[in-house]
DNA sequence: GCAAGTTCTGGAAACGTTTCCAGTAACGTT
DNA sequence: AACGTTACTGGAAACGTTTCCAGAACTTGC
């Protein structure tokens, strides 16, 4: 391997000055740069990222810590993330976390360990302290949640999200405007302090707007975001436990589209004698039968604004800023007006 | 940040015997290692990643670069690949390129300047020549495709894949059983070296080999594996040139998907009016309406050879291995025998 | 009691950069 | 002609490790 004394002895110049060209340092003359830049292509120079990041104790890395979840919805956002990222001249890391573990500690560790230069947090649950917050020294952004639960200053954290507690309400208003009122939930968790905890406090909401009472037993908890099976199960119990809903809320796309197979399979024709919709907006469940109705998040804008905030917070220390992304109903064939 | 030195200062020892407690080194007496343990814990001490990637020429991260495709079996096969990768302790960097980039090239240079130790391929075309494939000077594998078109040595390259071919004939055989004979493909490209075209030839493979005459007008090109629009429009220009076909075969279950509600959308039933089979067998096409019938790719095996693969080439400079998983035909609702 | 191990430890070089500081040469200004 | 600038360059320290080599202290075998 050619290495940056090389060059310099090749070219009769310092190591500094080869370093100075390399980085396009203004104190130059054009004739060295060019005989320089010449020995790095016939030399076939290529740089020690190793060695750069130790004496600049930071490297070009951003991390992503994915926590637990199998969703088409992050595939693409990380996508979007990872092409953006790269597009910028930035490395991204994928690392996976169980859900026992506690994301801003690894994190933490993780960055000075490796150098890192900013945090992505995808899939946890939003219930830090300002203290454990603190632990994380360097640019991060958490994707899909934001500080609903705690009380943490605005200026402690960046955030990427939609607001999930009106978009479920939202979703739950337009089963009710179409004369549903025996609606049931399909959901991940109740309590659990993430998005599905938000997603059923708007559930609620929506039915208290309405006068309609909560009823404990049209609440359908499968326990994840994407074991399908489960989901199907889950829905299979509810329908023989309890059938006199017209109507499902299911959190997640994913989740939708295994209970219209659980309520077909299990005698009931989705719209004709039970509406469902759903929260995601996935590309695929456009083309499921029926087309889901569901409340589209605009994924390419939110995984740009993750990249974005992430790499203005590591170039120009620009502020922590929290976004929330409108949804927007993409309606289908799983919605029909109630009848009688 | 402490460092080593803090350490040797601080338990009166000099900075190579920390060193050696910090990698296991067996010639350190267990007084000292004791009591260079307890330092490291009382100054919280971590290792810098970049000092020691400098020294060793080398790093404990392998790439995985992407091409393209945005597809769930990929991203299934990705979640896979990150959580073994990082539960044996090594690091996952991801790497999006463009469908024209050379990944060899990018590969090689990746490598040398980030002192990878594995490379991993996921969605190109495999028509590499020996000296192409030499660029690359670390362990590599790759996934989902093997080396069909060219002539290289089985000691040159790892590869996990699926026989192709053989999996698309069996889908045709499928078909044919049942006694369609006007057979439909839906595929990405016919001629483009990658896994298309070796489904595409399968195809042919089947027809041929039932003495069915091959009817170019019944090959529907959408030139995306991943853009459910496009492979919608696709179907709908097929129905409308030519209406007589009995089944259709999908290279991919997420265009079986968008083919089945083209099909409905155009008034012909699926399975009734036409069957549909596809190739990947994901968790949410057992789910759909009908239930997909598709040839199951082992993703979690696939996933776990990418892995271990690499690792072991990595770690005992295993052999280059080539692996072709089975398919296994998972039947659904989308096919029924031709009537008459 | 002495040579030959054995077991542990310390010193120092090396890895390939960046960056600070000092220095030279050329040039324009007074 | 002396001087201050400007434009460029070189030397060397520093970043935090690993690892090689040599040496000290202790054991063992005769």
Redo the contacts with the bound molecule.
Sequence with gaps: ?T???DIARHC?????????V??DH???????REKVLRAVDELN????TS??N????SSDTIALLVKGVNNPFFSKLIKVIVREITLRGYTLELHHMDTSEDELLVGAQLANERKLIGILFLGGRFNYSPKELALINVPSVFCTYTNTFGTLDAAAYSSVAIDDRQTARFAVDTLVSLGHRRIAILTDNTDDKSISELRFQGYKDALASHGIPFDPSLVACAGTFSDMGAIYRTTGELIERECSFTAVFAIADLMAIAAIKSLTDHGRRVPEDCSVVAIDGLELSEYTLPMLTTLVQPVEEMGLACAKTIIERIEKRGENRQFTFDTTLRSGGSVLPLEG
Tied chains: 1, 2.
Excluded: H, Q, W
């Design positions: 391997m290495n940056i004394k009769g110049v310092a190591i500094s000055t080869v370093s100075r390399l980085n203004p104190d130059v003359s054009d004739e060295t120079y290529i740089p020690n060695a750069r130790l004496v600049r104790s």
